[in-house]
């Protein structure tokens, strides 16, 4: 995301501002250019890794938006923040991938102390949902994305328009995004959003 003449406003501790502190709040403002599916996070030790990051995402007017006829509805609830979970730093091997926070406990010996509900995201049967997809790609090993027995069309990357086109799966590497429009043209059921990790992450058959 590009931004001019608020340098400031960059957010990289000890280099273009002073760090927010403990329990403190800092407010962002700065103009943008376009719109599109971004993201933030801490530059300070390993607070990324442990999930201190989010979606910003900046919605332009349906007129100035070339994709606004590919779908119905552009919802706070469908942005997906994917990221690979490490337990330990001894090794730096993801164990695990969360969806919004979200997943199973796969760490062999450690009991669940309460299980964690999936993410889930509702869709009415008919309907045309863009989905802005984020990944948090600690260890930076990719992952491919899908949901079962639905066409993805992708219309944007990195927080650019892109030609749409329809795929089955998607491929992440980290801090890479991606929006899809997921047409509910389905019987009305769940169906699994699948993730899985390659190279590295593939160790320990992550999804």
């Known amino acids: 995301?590009?931004?001019?003449?608020?340098?400031?406003?960059?957010?990289?501790?000890?280099v273009t501002q002073y760090p927010?502190?403990?329990?403190?709040?800092f407010r962002y403002r700065f103009e943008v250019d376009h719109g599109g599916t971004n993201w933030w996070h801490s530059h300070t030790e390993h607070q990324r890794a442990f999930g201190l990051a989010g979606p910003l995402v900046v919605r332009m007017p349906p007129k100035l938006n070339p994709h606004a006829h590919l779908y119905d509805f552009d919802m706070s609830e469908h942005v997906i923040m994917i990221q690979d979970w490490v337990h330990n730093f001894v090794e730096s091997v993801a164990e695990n991938i969360l969806i919004n926070g979200r997943g199973r406990?796969?760490?062999?010996?450690v009991k669940a102390a309460k299980p964690t509900l999936y993410a889930h995201f509702p869709v009415v049967r008919g309907g045309r949902y863009r989905f802005r997809v984020i990944?948090?790609?600690v260890s930076n090993c990719?992952?491919?994305f899908s949901i079962d027995k639905h066409d993805l069309v992708v219309i944007a990357s990195d927080g650019n328009d892109?030609?749409?086109?329809?795929v089955q799966r998607i491929m992440f590497?980290?801090?890479e995004r991606f929006d899809f429009?997921?047409?509910?043209?389905?019987?009305?059921?769940?169906?699994w959003i699948r993730v899985k990790g390659y190279s590295f992450c593939a160790k320990n058959q992550l999804h």
């Open 162 to 166: 892109i030609e749409p086109v329809e």
């Open 105 to 109: 406990n796969l760490k062999k010996g």
């Open 1 to 14: 995301m590009h931004q001019r003449l608020t340098p400031f406003m960059d957010g990289v501790p000890h």
């Open 181 to 191: 429009v997921l047409h509910a043209n389905q019987e009305v059921s769940n169906y």
């Open 173 to 175: 590497h980290g801090a």
């Open 142 to 144: 990719p992952i491919s």
């Open 20 to 25: 927010i502190e403990a329990g403190q709040a």
């Open 135 to 137: 990944f948090n790609g």
